[in-house]
């Protein structure tokens, strides 16, 4: 595991661990926390459309959640009505992909060279234990809200149970690296009219990769100042008021 990648094997696997899984031919990931004995705890949506836009992308896009498999699974049974919070096995959970895991406390200079996010933070994880008591007591509670692509997803799941993070302002976006990276490459290309600082197109393009990589770094939920510690506890009382 590098920086080429994060792939490791199955028996590398500890309780606690954030763990992903590339789909839809690596458009993006589902994540989830690996809680030992073969499970995984993960936050998705029914019927497998995992990235719940609201619109008519979600008839398109379907993910390769537990939910979507033909057959239902021996040790899982059929998924494909849950949605919240939920616990598959492995196998459900990677859906015949690869096996990756997202890594805390990262350098800067290692978060800018994984060019793609959704892979790695510069925020410190808190011990096993507390990330193994916030995925199991929000699955018990099903107590992480509604799922949304942009503000809730299972990557913004995964990174609150390891850190105890919740970004404070209404209308900022999630935790979610895929989705910061979505938004800094958006602000590279609205960034254009800073073409006009060079004449030339390598000039433009050192330009718009700065931009991105600006973008990536402030949002990055080990950097941003509108996040809070919120005890899982609260956080579940609160989504059930």
């Known amino acids: 595991m590098g920086v080429l990648s994060n792939k490791i094997e199955r028996d590398q696997l500890k309780p606690g661990d954030h763990i992903y899984s590339w789909r839809s031919a690596y458009v993006y990931a589902h994540h989830g926390i690996y809680v030992g004995d073969g499970k995984v705890i993960h936050f998705t949506r029914a019927a497998g459309q995992e990235i719940g836009t609201g619109t008519i992308l979600d008839k398109i896009i379907f993910s390769s959640s537990p939910s979507n498999t033909r057959h239902a699974c021996e040790n899982c049974g059929d998924q494909s009505r ?58 018990e509670n099903n107590g992480f809200g ?54 030339s ?11 991105y990589c600006i973008g990536r770094y402030v949002s990055d939920i080990g950097i941003r100042r509108d996040v809070i510690t919120i005890p899982v506890e609260i956080l579940v009382a609160r989504l059930h008021k």
């Open 82 to 139: 849950l949605h919240g919070v939920i616990m598959s096995c492995l196998d459900c959970f990677l859906s015949e992909g690869n096996l990756y895991l997202f890594c805390y406390s990262v350098s800067p200079v290692f978060f800018l060279t994984k060019a793609r996010g959704g892979t790695c933070t510069l925020a410190v994880s808190d011990p096993s234990d507390v990330v193994l008591h916030r995925a199991r007591y929000l699955l």
């Open 201 to 211: 197109a390598p000039g433009l393009i050192v330009v718009a990769g700065g931009m």
């Open 146 to 199: 509604m799922y949304s692509i942009f503000k809730n997803n299972c990557e913004d799941f995964a990174i609150y149970c390891k850190t105890g993070l919740l970004v404070e302002t209404s209308f900022s976006v999630g935790r979610s690296g895929q989705i910061s990276s979505l938004t800094a490459a958006v602000t590279a290309v609205a960034s254009s009219p800073l073409r006009f600082l060079t004449t």
